[in-house]
C-alpha cells in the first residue's frame, strides 16, 4: 500500500509559479512510477506528467511542457511538480498517483493504483 498527499496549492496570477509537493508512505514507493493528473472545472481528469521510479524518464503533457517540470526524491518519498508560467488555464484540482504503467497506459488513469486526495491550484487573470 502507498499513500499519498499532495501540498502546494493555492491562489496564483496569472504568470506566477507555484511547486506542488506529492508526499508518499510506504516502503514500495520508490519502485512505482510517479505522476500528476488535473482536473479543472467541469472536465474530465487529465495527464499532467510522468517520471519514472528512477528518475530517468520523464513525459510532459504537451499543455505544459515548457513550463512544469516533475522531479522526485526517493530518499524523502517525494514528488515535485514545479510550475512556472502559469495561465488561467492551468486552474484544477491536482492529483499525484504512482503505479506501474506501461508505454500505452502512462498517461492514463487506469496505469496507476494509488491515488492522492488532490490539492486545488487557482490561477486568476
Known amino acids: 500500500q502507498v499513500q499519498l498527499v499532495e501540498s502546494g496549492g493555492g491562489l496564483v496570477q496569472a504568470g506566477g509559479s507555484l511547486r506542488l509537493s506529492c508526499a508518499a508512505s510506504g516502503r514500495t514507493f520508490n519502485s512505482y512510477a510517479t505522476a500528476w493528473f488535473r482536473q479543472g472545472p467541469e472536465k474530465e481528469r487529465e495527464f499532467v506528467a510522468n517520471i519514472g521510479w528512477h528518475g530517468g524518464s520523464i513525459y510532459y503533457a504537451d499543455a505544459v511542457k515548457g513550463r512544469f517540470t516533475i522531479s522526485r526524491d526517493n530518499a524523502k518519498n517525494t514528488v515535485h511538480l514545479q510550475m512556472n508560467s502559469l495561465k488561467p488555464e492551468d486552474t484544477a484540482v491536482y492529483y499525484c498517483?504512482?503505479?506501474?504503467?506501461?508505454?500505452?497506459?502512462?498517461?492514463?488513469?487506469?496505469?496507476?493504483?494509488?491515488w492522492g486526495q488532490g490539492t486545488q491550484v487557482t490561477v486568476s487573470s
Open positions: 498517483a504512482v503505479g506501474s504503467p506501461i508505454i500505452a497506459t502512462m498517461a492514463l488513469m487506469r496505469g496507476y493504483s494509488y
